[in-house]
C-alpha cells in the first residue's frame, strides 16, 4: 500500500504550478490595466479625426454653393486681413452633422491680404467644432464670383 503513495502523478499540474501560473497572469493583467482607457480615449480622437476631416470637403463644397455667402462677398466692402485674425462669417442654416451620437460644426472665418484684394480672392479658413473643441481646420479660397480653389 505503501508504495502506490509514492507513485507519482504526471497527468496534470500540481497545485503550486498553479497558484504560479495564477499569479503571474494577475500580475501581466494589473499591469495591462490602466493602459484600457488610453486606448479607447485614442480611438475616440481617431475617430473624430477622420470623420472632420471628411466632413471639411463636404463643408467646402457646401459653401461654393452658398449664395448668402457669395452675396456677403459681393456686398462685403472690407474683410479683415489675415495677419489680424479674420472676420467671422456666421453661416445661415444648418451646417450641423450628427454622426455616431456627436454633433459636428462648422466655423468660418474670412480673411485677405492685399496681393489677394488685388486678386480677388477671400481666404476662408473652416475649423470643424466637436463638443466646443476645434478637431480639424483648413483653408481655402473663394472669388466674389462664387469660384473656389482649395
Known amino acids: 500500500m505503501y508504495s502506490n503513495w509514492n507513485k ?86 444648418d451646417y450641423s452633422t450628427n454622426i455616431n451620437n456627436q454633433v459636428f460644426s462648422p466655423k468660418l472665418t474670412l480673411c485677405q491680404t492685399e496681393k489677394e484684394n488685388e486678386l480677388n480672392l477671400y481666404r476662408g479658413h473652416i475649423s470643424v467644432m466637436a463638443d466646443g473643441s476645434e478637431v480639424s481646420d483648413t483653408y481655402f479660397y473663394i472669388t466674389a464670383a462664387g469660384d473656389e480653389d482649395e
Open 8 to 93: 507519482k502523478n504526471s497527468a496534470g499540474f500540481t497545485l503550486v504550478e498553479l497558484v504560479v501560473a495564477i499569479t503571474l497572469l494577475s500580475i501581466v493583467i494589473i499591469v495591462l490595466l490602466p493602459m484600457f482607457p488610453h486606448l479607447l480615449n485614442w480611438s475616440k480622437k481617431t475617430d473624430e479625426t477622420l470623420v472632420s476631416g471628411n466632413l471639411l470637403d463636404h463643408y467646402v463644397v457646401q459653401l461654393k454653393n452658398d449664395e448668402q455667402l457669395i452675396t456677403y462677398i459681393d456686398s462685403a466692402s472690407t474683410v479683415e486681413n489675415c495677419s489680424i485674425g479674420g472676420t467671422p462669417y456666421a453661416l445661415e442654416g
